[in-house]
């Protein structure tokens, strides 16, 4: 990658998908804490987090016209200004003891990274066109990578008692310097389709309605299952090993931060794994991955053996996002749009879901609330062919040839 501007971009992409990450995992390995502050039953943290499925609903829903009408910079930056106003949010709720308040937070979180996140993806998948090399899973194992620094800081915090309020606030203090530096290189137009195409992406014709493809459809489901895997685990993995197997906070927060790493560093292995075996190979090997930890966690009886299965969890649920966005971009024209329509399927899941599992673990403990992901996330294995997509690579002399990441899993 020879073009500074090109490398810029793909730096602030690191660090726009690092916030979040760092955000989310934060405020997730204080959830303990929180709850003792809120003085709130399991079902009525579920209602606390409703707050981040009505703002991620709100961001996703909203991001796909906000980013065809004015482009992807200024989506990015009103997300990323969102997340870190929450956090401030949802440390004052916490001093408060203020349900209400942490709530609103979360909604603010919510409506940030839905829609930001949307924004950031699209903008990722332009640079994978650009460049003709697979770029999404490294660019999420960013968000992976903050969720482990979030995580060890979160442990950190609560090992030694420090207020939930302060460590907010210095996190906030920190993305607002991290945005700052990272925006300036984020060009304008990307993804524009009103008043103007998008950047370096010239009009092409539909295919027809996105929502009667079924190919597109399927690799949503992909997205959807795997998202929600994702999600299950950054809003309840902490209190699950504590309610559920009987870990003190601390230990439960630790188990996450494990789950975060392998997370981390299935995304950073994935352009490798995804060259030589084919994407097709790798969402089903990810996919029964993370069915067999799950299983292992809902239904083993020793939380020695529950931690270690997380780390099956995490390493399955790590790819199937990124490698089915870039799938998207790929299967036919309007590719902004289809990145889009994946991404907000997956947002949704990835922060509407959990809360549902709130209720449901309040009634039967989370512990079998967590058969409903473990059930979705098995459909993924079927349907894993949806993503065998080509997409054409600009070469040295001109010609457009194909991408040895997105190769035929099956032999010609």
Request: aromatic share 6%; net charge neutral; charged share 10%.
């Amino acid at each position: 990658m020879r073009d500074p501007a090109i490398r810029r971009r793909r730096t602030a992409l690191f660090l726009f998908f690092l916030i979040p990450g760092l955000s989310l995992s934060s405020w997730v390995t204080r959830t303990p804490d929180i709850r003792d502050q809120l003085d709130a039953s399991t079902a009525q943290m579920g209602l606390v987090l409703f707050g981040l499925s009505v703002g991620s609903m709100l961001g996703v829903l909203a991001s796909g016209a906000l980013v065809a009408r004015h482009g992807t910079r200024p989506v990015i930056a009103a997300g990323t200004s969102l997340v870190g106003l929450s956090l401030l949010v949802v440390g004052a709720g916490a001093l408060l003891a203020s349900a209400p308040t942490v709530t609103a937070g979360l909604l603010l979180f919510g409506a940030g990274m839905g829609g930001g996140e949307v924004a950031v993806n699209i903008d990722g998948a332009e640079v994978e066109r650009l460049t003709g090399r697979t770029v999404l899973p490294t660019l999420h194992g960013f968000f992976s990578l903050g969720t482990v620094a979030g995580a060890l800081l979160g442990i950190l915090c609560t090992a030694v008692d420090f207020p939930v309020a302060a460590h907010l606030g210095a996190l906030a203090a920190a993305v607002a310097a991290l945005f700052a530096y990272a925006l300036r290189a984020i060009p304008a137009g990307v993804g524009r389709t009103r008043g103007g195409t998008g950047r370096n992406e010239p009009p092409a014709p539909t295919a027809g309605p996105l929502h009667k493809d079924r190919r597109l459809l399927m690799i949503g489901g992909i997205v959807l299952t795997m998202a929600l895997a994702e999600g299950a685990a950054n809003d309840w993995l902490p209190l699950l090993m504590v309610d559920g197997h009987d870990m003190d906070p601390a230990l439960g927060s630790a188990v996450y931060a494990g789950f975060a790493a392998t997370m981390a560093l299935g995304r950073f292995s994935g352009a490798f794994l995804i060259d030589r075996l084919g994407r097709v190979t790798v969402v089903r090997a990810s996919a029964l991955s993370a069915t067999l930890g799950l299983a292992v966690v809902i239904f083993a009886d020793t939380a020695a053996l529950a931690g270690a299965a997380v780390l099956l969890w995490g390493l399955g649920a790590s790819l199937g996002f990124p490698l089915a966005l870039s799938a998207a971009g790929d299967s036919g024209p309007d590719s902004a749009a289809r990145v889009s329509l994946v991404a907000m399927i997956g947002y949704l899941a990835f922060l509407v879901g959990p809360p549902g599992l709130g209720f449901l673990g309040d009634h039967h403990g989370l512990r079998a609330a967590m058969t409903v992901v473990l059930a979705a996330v098995a459909t993924a294995i079927f349907l894993a062919p949806a993503v065998n997509t080509r997409r054409s690579t600009p070469t040295p002399s001109g010609d457009p040839g194909p991408a040895p990441a997105d190769r035929p899993d099956t032999p010609s």
